[in-house]
């Protein structure tokens, strides 16, 4: 599962596809404790004091045995000059009649309004706090919609001062197996693609088909859900990196 790029996507047609489950709620929580919520900063040298924004794009690939089974693809990636995602819907969710792809659709969508109202020119200072406070927001503005996804979301912020310079930096937070992977060129424009960062994986109990995930649901699925549940995996699950953006 790549950052914006589909959980889905195949290296060879004959790559056999691990379906992923919904985690119930007091089997994430038992292992927050495990997932200790990281914080990292990678600095590095910074020459020149300019502003920066995101040129991206997305590419999306069902997996052959997917498509064979029938299933829609609940992936969803978000591309704008501050802030680049990809959400990846938990597919065992449509078996209950919910539509896999609708969390994170509007998860995504609510990040991408968030981080236009607290980054973009003319935004209020201090309007932006950080991305988990961000992704927090966004999951809390998405109710009642049912559904359960992962998450990784990467926040360009212009607005960052290191010894009283401007120093735009990348904010990433992850929540499950989705990923963001850095490269740079360190020798020079001719030198080859290095990388520099990467977002680790959280599973529960290492099982690859047991992510942990940002979901809301109803008794159907899990009668011991409530959102406050999700709330805590994004405030103590989630692992959140700063790394220096060029």
Known sequence: ???????????????????????????QRSNLAN???????FTELYQRNKPLC????????????????????????????????????VSQIEDFGIDASRLPKELLGRCKALAEQQLLPGSPDGAYLGPMPLVRQAYQETSPTLGSTTLALSVLDNGTRIHGKLHPMIAVISVGDCGLLVLRRLSGEDSRLTPVFETEMQRIGGNVGAPLQLARVDARIDANFHDGITVEVIEKGSSVHCVSAY
């Open 54 to 89: 995101f040129s991206a794009a997305a590419y999306q690939k069902t997996h052959p045995a997917k498509a064979q089974r029938g299933r829609k693809d609940a992936d969803v990636t978000l591309q704008t000059p501050s802030v680049i995602g990809v959400a990846d819907g």
């Open 1 to 27: 599962r790549g950052a914006v790029a589909s959980g889905g996507t195949a290296r060879a047609l004959s790559m056999h596809r691990t379906g992923t489950f919904f985690v119930e709620a007091n089997a």
């Open 35 to 41: 997932l200790r919520r990281e914080n990292q900063h």
